[in-house]
């Protein structure tokens, strides 16, 4: 079997009353990595945020769908152990509660009681993967995203991804913020993670995280509707000539979610 | 306002009773002297909650314990008190009123180092003991609950450490209220001498759900010029006992004090932790957690007084409130005038777990000179939804999200306490009182 299938269909969401997402539809099949790209404010974190069940956030119209499995039955922790994992823009910090700690326990919650990972495997497991994504040791035993730069939070995010190994992936600007050097480090995580097993969605506005991260399928979001899907070929037009010639031939032109009260 | 209890006990049972355990002259004339002054005095005024009808007056005094020949022979909710491959070379404890098990690193012995029960100290020690005993740290005359405590004293322990000796290994003291009934008058009085260093941690544990009691606890810390002292406790009283507390220390030149303190009685109780920071230099760190459950009402109160040029005070609290508890925490930071140089810090921050509890958390600073720094920050809140959330999409249930965030809250404080086996048995005592 190879991994599993994100179905998206005609998916509506609203924030505190003002609907954001107008009817995407989009499928992520485990192998594939797909990107969605597009100007500020035309609802790609508010996709993200829909998916992994952001309490803020309300589905009016439309399913998501994990292997036939109704994804919005299930509470936040359910969808992770589904399978579901979502890199964010903004982590909280969590005081008090060490980035190892954290990690123990997430891996934890995925396995039955009594068959929980061992201590030096899970020690060998997190060493390794500092080291891959050249993050100093001492991020284990310092509290969760608590006075992590930027970048560390982002890496933290990466490390996360590869302890908890998803099915599929979402990476809400996993690119912000970051330097070349570190964007670079970031890269080498997601891209360790591509197998047949993986599916990934990247979600950026910026071409250039996609220089090291080859998508499959790219995908343009404006005023809350997925408008223009490609293979790579497309990132590298809207790298050279910009979202106008989508607005002109759509004949949008505004391309964000109307701001009118 | 007065209050209208006559004590239970008169001169004639303090006179019996000082006779019985041998206590010196001097002892017995400051217990009957401490006896008059309890009838006469109030009830101290611990800000913002009223303790007038609190039971602190009528109690049974006296309880004695088996002795015990070694540690394997203690109950299991002893036994989470240290590490059982690694049983401490240093410890008292105290069940009941009565000694049942005791032990001092010979080393230590040689050195001069004493750490014994205060009844032996009184006779063995007597001079250390007057010299110290209720003199420069906590008065008799302070209100009716310190008076009381002189007079009818039961319990406690001596810590004494000579000049220049260092002590690595920590002093662990245990106070096992195994009669249900019974109050602990305990008095604990910790001397550091010039230059020396000790780590001395205490536990306090009852098991009297529906039995009312009461615990009047006075600790002494004297830490003379150089000495440093890291002081840790856990006090884990039961619903039943009315607990007075009241920790204070002295720091002379560049003494250091911290104290590191988990307040998880489950009773009423009244704590107060009054560093006074004397000598130029001096430093002290008070931190200290709690977790309200149930109905009980408590009110803790952390003050450091700087009159010492260059000191630092650092007070940090953190509470937990979930049920219908209610608590108050005082943080309060005096630099005396004259104190130029000084520094002096609060952060009180509560958590509410519960619609019923109540949290007030009050940062004070009193300033009388002009050459310091101070800074205080104090936040009641409740557990903050997208930290859930982040957890959450990690696959951690709500539950334990809450577990984590609430453990996380309490670890600043829990991570100082100096004894690994005693911060486990806190951490132990912080998931049974917040599940």
Same mark, same amino acid.
């Given at each position: 079997?190879?991994?599993?299938?994100?179905?998206?269909?005609?998916?509506?969401?609203?924030?505190?009353?003002?609907?954001?997402?107008k009817?995407v539809?989009l499928?992520v099949?485990?192998?594939?990595?797909?990107?969605?790209?597009?100007?500020?404010?035309?609802?790609?974190s508010?996709?993200?945020?829909?998916?992994?069940?952001?309490?803020?956030?309300?589905?009016?119209?439309g399913?998501?769908?994990?292997?036939?499995e109704?994804?919005?039955?299930?509470?936040?922790?359910?969808?992770?152990?589904?399978?579901?994992?979502?890199?964010?823009?903004?982590?909280?910090?969590?005081?008090?509660?060490?980035?190892?700690?954290?990690?123990?326990?997430?891996?934890?919650?995925?396995?039955?009681?009594?068959?929980?990972?061992?201590?030096?495997?899970?020690?060998?497991?997190?060493?390794?993967?500092?080291?891959?994504?050249?993050?100093?040791?001492?991020?284990?035993?310092?509290?969760?995203?608590?006075?992590?730069?930027?970048?560390e939070?982002k890496?933290?995010?990466?490390?996360?991804?590869?302890?908890?190994?998803?099915?599929?992936?979402?990476?809400?600007?996993?690119?912000?913020?970051?330097?070349?050097?570190?964007?670079?480090?970031?890269?080498?995580?997601?891209?360790?993670?591509?197998?047949?097993?993986?599916?990934c969605?990247?979600?950026?506005?910026?071409?250039?995280?996609?220089?090291?991260?080859?998508?499959?399928?790219?995908?343009?979001?404006?005023?809350?509707?997925?408008?223009?899907?490609?293979?790579?070929?497309?990132?590298?037009?809207?790298?050279?000539?910009?979202?106008?010639?989508?607005?002109?031939?759509?004949?949008?032109?505004?391309?964000?979610?109307?701001?009118?009260? | 306002?007065?209050?209208?209890?006559?004590?239970?006990?008169?001169?004639?049972?303090?006179e019996?009773?000082?006779?019985?355990?041998?206590?010196?002259?001097?002892m017995?004339?400051?217990?009957?002297?401490?006896?008059?002054?309890?009838?006469?005095?109030?009830?101290?005024?611990?800000?913002?909650?009223?303790?007038?009808?609190?039971?602190?007056?009528?109690?049974?005094?006296?309880?004695?314990?088996?002795?015990?020949?070694?540690?394997?022979?203690?109950?299991?909710?002893?036994h989470?008190?240290?590490?059982?491959?690694?049983?401490?070379?240093?410890?008292?404890?105290?069940?009941?009123?009565?000694?049942?098990?005791?032990q001092?690193?010979?080393?230590?012995?040689?050195?001069?180092?004493?750490?014994?029960?205060?009844?032996?100290?009184?006779?063995?020690?007597?001079?250390?003991?007057?010299?110290?005993?209720?003199?420069?740290?906590v008065?008799?005359d302070?209100?009716?609950?310190?008076?009381?405590?002189?007079?009818?004293?039961?319990g406690?322990?001596?810590?004494y450490?000579?000049?220049?000796?260092?002590?690595?290994?920590?002093?662990?003291?245990?106070?096992?209220?195994?009669d249900?009934?019974?109050?602990?008058?305990?008095?604990?009085?910790?001397?550091?001498?010039?230059n020396?260093?000790?780590?001395?941690?205490?536990?306090?544990?009852?098991?009297?759900?529906?039995?009312?009691?009461?615990?009047?606890?006075?600790?002494e810390?004297?830490?003379?010029?150089?000495?440093?002292?890291?002081?840790?406790?856990?006090?884990?009283?039961?619903a039943?006992?009315?607990t007075?507390?009241?920790?204070?220390?002295?720091?002379?030149?560049?003494?250091?004090?911290?104290?590191?303190?988990?307040?998880?009685?489950?009773?009423?109780?009244?704590?107060? @932790?009054?560093?006074? *920071? #004397?000598?130029?230099?001096?430093v002290?760190?008070?931190? /200290?957690?709690? %977790? =309200? !459950?149930?109905?009980?009402?408590?009110?803790?109160?952390?003050?450091?007084?700087?009159?010492g040029?260059n000191?630092?005070?650092?007070?940090?609290?953190?509470?937990?409130?979930?049920?219908?508890?209610?608590s108050?925490?005082?943080?309060?930071?005096?630099?005396?005038?004259?104190?130029?140089?000084?520094?002096?810090e609060?952060?009180?921050?509560?958590?509410?777990?519960?619609?019923?509890?109540?949290?007030?958390? @009050?940062?004070?600073? *009193? #300033?009388?000179?002009?050459?310091v720094?101070?800074?205080? /920050?104090?936040? %009641? =809140? !409740?557990?903050?939804?997208?930290?859930?959330?982040?957890?959450?999409?990690?696959?951690i249930?709500?539950?334990?999200?809450?577990?984590?965030?609430?453990?996380?809250?309490l670890d600043?404080?829990?991570?100082?306490?100096?004894?690994?086996?005693?911060?486990?048995?806190?951490?132990?005592?912080?998931?049974?009182?917040?599940?």
């Amino acid at each position: 079997m190879a991994g599993s299938t994100l179905e998206i269909k005609n998916l509506h969401v609203s924030i505190e009353g003002k609907e954001i997402l107008k009817g995407v539809d989009l499928t992520v099949k485990g192998g594939e990595f797909h990107a969605i790209m597009g100007p500020n404010g035309t609802g790609k974190s508010t996709l993200a945020s829909a998916i992994m069940g952001h309490p803020k956030y309300e589905v009016t119209e439309g399913s998501i769908l994990l292997d036939g499995e109704d994804v919005l039955e299930m509470e936040v922790d359910e969808r992770a152990r589904a399978g579901l994992f979502l890199a964010m823009q903004y982590p909280s910090e969590i005081s008090g509660v060490t980035t190892s700690d954290f990690l123990r326990s997430a891996i934890n919650a995925r396995r039955e009681e009594g068959d929980e990972i061992p201590l030096m495997k899970f020690i060998k497991g997190l060493d390794s993967d500092l080291d891959f994504l050249e993050i100093d040791k001492s991020m284990a035993t310092r509290y969760l995203n608590e006075g992590f730069s930027g970048g560390e939070k982002k890496r933290n995010e990466i490390l996360q991804l590869m302890q908890l190994k998803p099915e599929i992936a979402i990476l809400d600007e996993i690119d912000s913020g970051l330097d070349i050097d570190a964007l670079k480090v970031v890269s080498k995580g997601i891209n360790k993670m591509r197998s047949e097993d993986f599916g990934c969605l990247i979600i950026t506005h910026y071409q250039r995280l996609l220089n090291y991260i080859t998508p499959d399928f790219v995908h343009v979001m404006m005023q809350g509707r997925v408008v223009k899907s490609g293979g790579p070929e497309l990132a590298q037009r809207l790298e050279a000539e910009g979202y106008d010639w989508i607005k002109e031939e759509l004949g949008i032109e505004d391309e964000t979610v109307e701001q009118n009260a | 306002m007065t209050v209208d209890t006559k004590l239970p006990y008169d001169r004639s049972y303090i006179e019996q009773f000082s006779s019985e355990r041998n206590e010196p002259v001097w002892m017995k004339e400051l217990r009957l002297n401490a006896l008059e002054k309890a009838e006469l005095l109030e009830l101290p005024k611990p800000d913002k909650t009223k303790i007038g009808k609190w039971n602190f007056t009528r109690f049974k005094h006296v309880a004695t314990g088996g002795k015990i020949a070694s540690l394997k022979e203690l109950p299991s909710e002893i036994h989470d008190f240290f590490d059982e491959e690694n049983l401490p070379e240093n410890i008292v404890i105290q069940r009941n009123h009565t000694v049942a098990f005791q032990q001092l690193n010979k080393d230590l012995a040689d050195k001069g180092v004493i750490f014994t029960d205060i009844f032996t100290a009184l006779r063995d020690h007597e001079e250390l003991v007057k010299r110290y005993f209720m003199k420069d740290a906590v008065s008799v005359d302070e209100h009716k609950l310190t008076a009381l405590h002189a007079a009818l004293m039961n319990g406690g322990v001596f810590v004494y450490v000579p000049k220049n000796v260092k002590i690595e290994e920590p002093l662990q003291s245990i106070f096992w209220q195994e009669d249900a009934e019974v109050a602990l008058i305990n008095h604990v009085l910790v001397v550091a001498e010039e230059n020396s260093e000790l780590t001395y941690v205490e536990n306090y544990i009852s098991n009297n759900q529906d039995e009312a009691t009461v615990a009047n606890i006075v600790t002494e810390v004297i830490a003379q010029d150089n000495a440093r002292i890291s002081f840790g406790a856990v006090d884990n009283f039961a619903a039943g006992t009315t607990t007075y507390v009241n920790r204070r220390g002295v720091g002379y030149r560049n003494a250091t004090i911290d104290w590191a303190l988990g307040q998880m009685n489950d009773g009423n109780t009244v704590s107060e @932790n009054v560093t006074h *920071l #004397i000598g130029d230099g001096a430093v002290s760190n008070a931190n /200290a957690v709690t %977790v =309200g !459950r149930g109905q009980q009402t408590q009110n803790f109160t952390a003050k450091i007084v700087q009159f010492g040029k260059n000191t630092d005070g650092q007070i940090l609290q953190r509470g937990v409130m979930k049920d219908s508890a209610s608590s108050i925490f005082n943080a309060i930071g005096k630099i005396e005038h004259g104190a130029s140089g000084a520094n002096s810090e609060q952060t009180s921050r509560v958590l509410m777990l519960s619609e019923k509890s109540r949290g007030d958390a @009050n940062p004070i600073l *009193l #300033i009388e000179e002009d050459d310091v720094t101070a800074g205080h /920050a104090a936040s %009641v =809140g !409740r557990v903050d939804p997208m930290q859930l959330y982040y957890l959450m999409s990690r696959g951690i249930t709500k539950e334990e999200a809450e577990r984590l965030v609430i453990h996380g809250f309490l670890d600043p404080v829990v991570r100082q306490l100096p004894i690994a086996a005693v911060k486990k048995q806190l951490k132990q005592v912080i998931e049974r009182k917040v599940n």
